[in-house]
């Protein structure tokens, strides 16, 4: 099981940014790259691989009963600004080294195995997550994506040109029946399992995401003529809103709540102008869908009132307001007994991070395969799993998958 580090390796060196760090945004030049390269490893062993209209791409081990709703796995590889390389990939090229596992020991399953690799995961071009994910399951009708605008002004449609995907945006939803069950192999992206000394992390729930863009506009002009009574300054208003996200989420009741300002610009940017304009987008969560949405409402209260008070306009949009996925506990049992097998210890744990498999959890039973990441770190040059820990990882989702497949 050597393969998938020498691939990991090579699948990090297509990226926009020099290593360590990693950058590859859904539909750039070097998302076509590594969606050609991992496809390529595929056929290599033989998988029948089609795409959808948006790039959600399958990959399958046909099984002896064709017929039957398949059993799928995978995550994603576009990769956030600057981050590393092993988020999402893990589970794309370790479903693969999965399917290589198991096709070593002459398994031969009866359902087909199918690793899917998710469009457009990270919410880097289009401010929001999951896009391939959430028009799978339907919870994202093609009339809503074709409105997305990309950092550029670009929409989906115009994005698309570039690759010859099959079929049509319509198409894209899967009916409930087309996977039997679903399993996400991925980093924990937190140091629960790390700090624990543990092997594997099962998933039970996936926290609630949420997202919101705001734009202020205030008065702007000359740093040195405007005294201070007689401004309307956009980034000072900015900068106590991105404080108060701060402050609710630690001042919430549940310690799940988290809260972030994840992007804050403010125009005309220069040293003796005031900022006349700001943009800010907002990641709030939490595990239990009523704390966030309190806490999104108080959000929204603050905003108001910081801009009344400030005497600056503001425009507040919901990007996403999701719920938590429960996952399955028969696909949880068949994790545990798979680390079991193998002699690994596990825990059962929450994801605190989303991932494509809160949407798959809305068509198929779901459920996630974790391991540790180095301090817990993720989104950043930093993070790091090693050969060793992605080898369990592998072989509890091949033995998973060989139990799932096998009837
Ligand atoms: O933000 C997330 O939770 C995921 O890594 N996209
Ligand atoms: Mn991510
Ligand atoms: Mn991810």
């Known amino acids: 099981m050597q393969k998938i580090h020498k691939e990991l390796e090579k699948l990090a060196s297509i990226s926009a940014c020099p290593t360590p760090s990693v950058t590859r945004i859904v539909f750039s030049e070097q998302d076509a790259k590594a969606r050609e390269y991992f496809i390529g490893l595929c056929t290599d062993i033989g998988l029948k691989v ?37 988020d999402g990939t893990v589970g794309v090229f370790g479903g693969l080294e999965a399917i290589r596992y198991l096709m070593e020991m002459g398994y031969e399953p009866e359902r087909s195995i199918e690793v899917l690799m998710f469009t457009s995961e990270e919410p880097t071009r289009f401010g929001i997550g999951c896009l391939g994910s959430r028009m799978l399951c339907g919870q994202l009708s093609p009339e809503e994506a074709l409105k997305f605008k990309d950092f550029d002004g670009r929409g989906l449609a115009e994005l698309l040109e570039r690759f010859d995907f099959d079929g049509t945006l319509d198409e894209v939803k899967m009916g409930n029946d087309y996977y039997d069950a679903f399993v996400e192999f991925h980093i924990e992206q937190g140091p629960i399992l790390e700090k624990e000394g543990l092997d594997i992390g099962i998933v039970t729930k996936i926290a609630a995401p949420s997202s919101l863009r705001v734009s202020l506009i205030g008065q702007g002009g000359h740093a040195g003529a405007v005294l201070m009574d007689k401004r309307r300054d956009a980034g000072c208003a900015a900068a106590e809103i991105s404080l108060a996200v701060e402050r609710i989420a630690k001042e919430s009741t549940s310690p799940d709540t988290v809260a972030t300002t994840g992007i804050l610009d403010i125009k005309p940017r220069a040293v003796n102008s005031i900022p006349k304009e700001a943009y800010l987008e907002i990641d709030l969560r939490d595990t239990d869908l009523e704390v966030r949405d309190k806490a999104l409402e108080d959000l929204k209260q603050e905003i108001e009132e910081i801009c009344k008070r400030r005497n600056i306009e503001s425009t507040v949009e919901l990007i996403n307001k999701d719920s938590p996925a429960i996952c ?21 744990m929450i994801s605190r991070a989303y991932h494509d498999s809160l949407f798959m959890a809305q068509v198929c039973p779901t459920t996630m395969i974790f391991i540790p990441c180095r301090d817990g770190i993720s989104h950043h040059a930093d993070e790091y799993s090693t050969p060793e820990q992605i080898e369990k990882g592998v072989k509890t989702l091949a033995l998973t998958l060989k139990t799932l497949s096998s009837k």
């Not at 949880?332 to 690994?344: N, Q």
């Open 50 to 86: 089609r795409t959808d209209a948006v790039g959600n791409t399958f990959c399958r081990w046909e099984g002896k009963n064709k017929d039957l709703p398949a059993i799928g796995t995978g995550s994603h590889i576009d990769a956030i600004p600057e981050s590393g390389m092993y």
């Open 328 to 348: 399955e506990t028969k696909l949880i049992d068949a994790v545990e007994a798979a680390t079991k097998e193998l002699g690994l210890t596990s825990k059962k």
